[in-house]
């Protein structure tokens, strides 16, 4: 399985700068044996396309998208117009959206399937937040986070799916959690999906972590069973820091 990097900006680098990171990071000697994305603010999708052209590293990515193509929906933007862009990847449900806009398993479960309806591959973020750590929770957490996730989803569509484990009280907090919990909560995730549509299924979704990866330790989550790659924030910003990120995961 080839291993998934995304770079998630968050609410940074409007269109005057998008196209500097794009350029920036292009400049960089870039791994071919990974796939590599960048998830970018919907306004910014237009600036960092202009940059691209039509180079496909890294592909286009972006970190929402609504449930419905067109309709009385103010402010939302559909999986179909991202696709104007060439949009490949888009984060659904990353914990900094539930936490701030309220989202909920089941909105995120219609997004993912929307998105994957329309031919883009939803990058589906689940995670326990610190009190569900403490209270020995993260089995159950995940289990319903992913179940609601999958519901409406195809197994077997060309357009495939994609989870990021992100663990809330790791997020930009500098605290990874260790490769081998990490591991662990792939493995639940993964038979979460077992369960559903089964083992073969189950084997070929990509399950990347995501929460204070950085070029350092990097290696150790690629180099982790299960783990099949990284969502990384705040070491995205910097494009040559993420280009080296993206070295470091894969020295050949
Ligand atoms: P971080 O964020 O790398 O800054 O911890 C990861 C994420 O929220 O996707």
Excluded at 66 to 84: H, I, K, N, Y
Excluded at 197 to 216: K, L, P
Aim: with cysteine.
């Amino acid at each position: 399985m080839r291993t998934l990097l995304i770079a998630n900006w968050k609410m940074h680098y409007g269109p005057m700068k998008a196209g500097g990171w794009i350029r920036a990071f292009r400049r960089e000697r870039l791994p071919k044996d990974l796939d590599i994305a960048v998830a970018v603010p919907h306004v910014s999708l237009a600036a960092s396309r202009a940059s691209l052209g039509r180079a496909s590293i890294p592909a286009l990515a972006a970190q929402d998208a609504f449930w419905a193509q067109d309709g009385a929906f103010t402010g939302e933007v559909s999986p179909s117009m991202l696709l104007e862009f060439g949009v490949q990847f888009c984060l659904v449900g990353h914990s900094e959206r539930r936490i701030y806009l309220g989202e909920t398993d089941e909105m995120v479960g219609k997004k993912a399937a929307t998105l994957q309806a329309a031919g883009i591959v939803p990058v589906i973020c689940v995670g326990e937040n610190e009190a569900q750590l403490k209270k020995g929770e993260v089995s159950k957490v995940l289990k319903a986070q992913v179940a609601a996730a999958i519901a409406s989803l195809k197994p077997d569509g060309k357009t495939p799916f994609v989870f990021a484990y992100e663990p809330v009280w790791s997020i930009g907090t500098g605290k990874p959690c260790p490769p081998q919990k990490a591991k662990e909560a792939h493995e639940i995730i993964r038979s979460a999906i077992q369960k559903k549509f089964g083992q073969s299924v189950a084997e070929h979704v990509r399950v990347i972590y995501g929460g204070s990866v950085d070029a350092h330790n990097i290696s150790e989550y690629v180099t982790t069973t299960g783990v099949n790659g990284a969502l990384v924030g705040g070491a995205s910003l910097d494009p040559r820091a993420f280009a080296l990120l993206c070295r470091t995961a894969n020295p050949a």
